[in-house]
């Protein structure tokens, strides 16, 4: 099974469309996973004609995608326990460990989380936190980035970095 993760893809304030690379992985997957800001309801809707999809909401979501999501999910994926948070809830903390704090009371093999911008991908113990960055708005990274998680019998998570937005 192969999944694409995004994140904080902000549309349409900093980008109008998806990048190329972007929707050619999507149409190849079998689901869509989208870490939150979003930003309005418009990519949903067109995201959701390009694959299935799950996600959560972001801090600076419309009302729209809020009535859609939630602010984090637990997901069982062919028996893989897959948490998908924003990871802006919560204070004095990183964002890697606001998004381990969501699932605490229900642990996951892999939690994948947004709101930095930042791309991560640690293990922390027996959990995978992944952070796919962004593939609209990069802020202080060199490239624009998303993940591809593959699942077998194992988890396989990674991130694509390209330059291009379109």
């Known amino acids: ?20 690379v972007l929707l050619e992985e999507v149409m190849k997957a079998d689901l869509l996973i989208h870490a939150g800001d979003w930003t309005t309801i418009s990519l949903y809707e067109e995201l959701k004609e390009l694959a299935p999809i799950q996600g959560v909401y972001g801090n600076v979501d419309s009302d729209e995608i809020r009535d859609i999501f939630e602010d984090h999910i637990l997901l069982d994926i062919q028996g893989h326990k897959i948490g998908v948070t924003h990871g802006h809830l919560g204070k004095a903390k990183s964002t890697p460990e606001r998004a ?36 609209t708005d990069k802020r202080f990274q060199r490239q624009y980035s998303f993940g591809i998680l593959e699942i077998n019998s194992n988890l396989s998570v990674r991130h694509h970095f390209f330059d291009l937005k379109h």
Do not use: C, W
């Open 100 to 135: 381990m704090e969501t699932f605490s009371k229900n642990p996951a093999e892999l939690i994948i989380f947004g709101h930095s911008h930042i791309p991560y991908l640690k293990k922390h113990k027996d959990v995978i936190l992944f952070n796919p960055g962004s593939p």
């Open 1 to 20: 099974m192969k999944i694409i993760v995004i994140s904080d893809t902000h549309m349409p304030k900093r980008a109008k469309q998806l990048p190329k």
